[in-house]
């Protein structure tokens, strides 16, 4: 199987930016169908505009972009190609059934599970979107080696996943409060509910929750827009899950309806400890 991971990096490295974006166009029905993505996702363009062009950099490699391009183990693909779109309470529980907190540190129990490949794909995320095509080529190459050495997969799962939990704050805000990209897939580990993330790049909050949605559906969206033209508040490609807000006022207004929602009835800051799943 690592084989021939390694072989079909060997063939990817051979095609032109062009040939990438073909590739993942070409899969992402595939892909969409595997993790039942939501209507509301735009099928191609969530797997496509990661991928760079001679033109133009994107956020680059992900473990969805792994599976579009046929890099990940197909006993693995259901539940990379379900977070790829939507966290949901059966992904995350087989995540958590494949982890423990053990001595103070995060462990996978078997490399082989899928939820080991999907955090070795996660190791070589990049924030932001600055990934050149030179840079991306680069990351297919490091998940080939991942693949085929078990040490080095387990080693960069087990450091993805402590970066995971470790980078948010539950103690300050009332709720799982991060600025560094996988918080928020930390928080849901973890055991919490509802998650925020700043992003500093974009200047914007978002909120997310593996449950089924936010309870935002009828929340009355701010007008601001990025130096690019684009909303800086409302849902993240229509999503009912993951949502994003212009500002701290609007992020207090949002995460007090989700809260209700959702059944935590406790919204104001407090002390509290942050929740570690322990399977």
Known sequence: MTGDIKSRAEQLAALDPAGWQDTARSSAPQIAAAGRWPAWIDIESSLVKRIPTQDQTASGFDAGIACALGLMPQHAEKLVATLHAAYTPDAVAEIRSSIEHRNGAWHIKDVQSPTCWWLAACSLCLDGNDV???????????????ATNEVARKSAAEKTLTDMCRHFDATQRGYAFGERDGCMQGAYITGHDIAVMHAQHHDVYFIGTFHPSLGLEDFKWGSAVDDKGRAKSGPVHGSRQ???????????AAVAQAQKHLGIHDAAPRAAKTVHFRP
Do not use: R, Y
Request: proline fraction near 0%.
């Open 242 to 252: 993951f949502v994003k807000c212009a500002d701290e006022s609007e992020l207090a």
């Open 132 to 146: 050149d095509t030179k840079t991306f080529a680069q990351q297919i190459t490091d998940f080939a080696a991942l």
